[in-house]
């Protein structure tokens, strides 16, 4: 619940992208950044727990593609970023955000900022895009609709423990003394009512971590424009491999003028 799983890093970013530094709570924080053309809004992309940005290269490049900047993020505790602790979207908002302070100071996103998160990069996206109005749109796949509920949905899916178990509960309560956080401000739910930008929120079809259930609770909550795609047969975060992935994210993006 608070340990973070580092994978390997790369020394160099690929051609065509550099690295920067960004800065949150005191830590120290790797992106990769590269250029886009002018007329589109840059994308921030943040990943799950115990990936890393080097994952998302390739969706960056598809994106770059379409002209769009991008900037991917290595959220604290993973990857090049300083930090030992998660808060499973938490804390990691404020790594969102200060990644939006960074391009609203840069000329890549001079016409705002697309984001795009995934699983726990998801509910740091939408926490930290409630009440932005440099948020262009948000996309999020398989994000979790509460802290505490979805420690006690994995309890059970993982290890049979009922939520009603003290355990459960007692768990919440020493993650949240261990890394300093408030489980009940981890709620994407409340986020997705105050999220101005239009919302994309995608299912992974053969996703128990996250099913549809969940995730469309947050898109449900959101105020409009809004739009919920389920990728058939998709494991969690896996809807990139469906062939209907990128027509539906540029059809979002293009129905937003963006």
């Known amino acids: 619940m608070t340990r973070t799983v580092r994978g390997p890093v790369s020394r160099t970013p690929p051609p065509g992208w550099d690295e920067v530094w960004l800065?949150?709570?005191?830590?120290?924080?790797?992106?990769?950044?590269?250029?886009?053309?002018?007329?589109?809004?840059?994308?921030?992309?943040?990943?799950g727990v115990g990936d890393t940005l080097e994952s998302f290269t390739s969706f960056g490049e598809r994106l770059r593609?379409?002209?769009?900047?991008?900037?991917?993020l290595d959220l604290r505790g993973h990857g090049g970023s300083e930090g030992r602790r998660t808060t499973l979207g938490g804390h990691e908002s404020r790594d969102v955000r200060a990644a939006l302070e960074?391009?609203?100071?840069?000329?890549?996103?001079?016409?705002?900022?697309?984001?795009a998160g995934f699983s726990m990069g998801g509910v740091a996206a939408l926490l930290a895009?409630?009440?932005?109005?440099?948020?262009?749109?948000?996309?999020?796949?398989?994000p979790y609709d509460s802290y505490r509920d979805t420690i006690r949905h994995?309890?059970?899916?993982?290890?049979?423990?009922?939520?009603?178990?003290?355990i459960v509960p007692l768990s919440v309560a020493m993650a949240e003394w261990l890394a300093g956080?408030?489980?009940?401000?981890?709620?994407?739910?409340?986020?997705a009512r105050q999220v101005r930008a239009p919302l994309l929120a995608i299912v992974d079809g053969a996703d128990e971590r996250m099913p549809e259930p969940v995730v469309r609770r947050i898109h449900d909550a959101h105020p409009g424009p809004r739009r919920l795609w389920v990728a058939p047969g998709a494991p969690h975060v896996g809807a990139s491999?469906?062939?209907?992935?990128?027509?539906?994210?540029?059809?979002?993006?293009?129905e937003n003028g963006l």
């Open 154 to 166: 994995h309890a059970w899916l993982l290890y049979r423990i009922p939520g009603w178990l003290p």
């Open 65 to 72: 593609e379409r002209g769009h900047p991008v900037l991917l």
């Open 129 to 142: 895009a409630a009440g932005r109005a440099d948020v262009r749109a948000v996309v999020v796949e398989a």
């Open 102 to 115: 960074f391009l609203r100071h840069d000329p890549a996103g001079e016409r705002g900022a697309v984001l």
């Open 23 to 47: 800065r949150a709570d005191g830590l120290r924080l790797r992106a990769w950044r590269a250029p886009g053309g002018r007329g589109r809004a840059a994308v921030l992309v943040a990943h």
């Open 241 to 254: 491999l469906s062939p209907d992935y990128w027509p539906t994210v540029f059809g979002f993006l293009e």
């Open 181 to 191: 956080f408030d489980a009940d401000e981890v709620d994407a739910v409340a986020a």
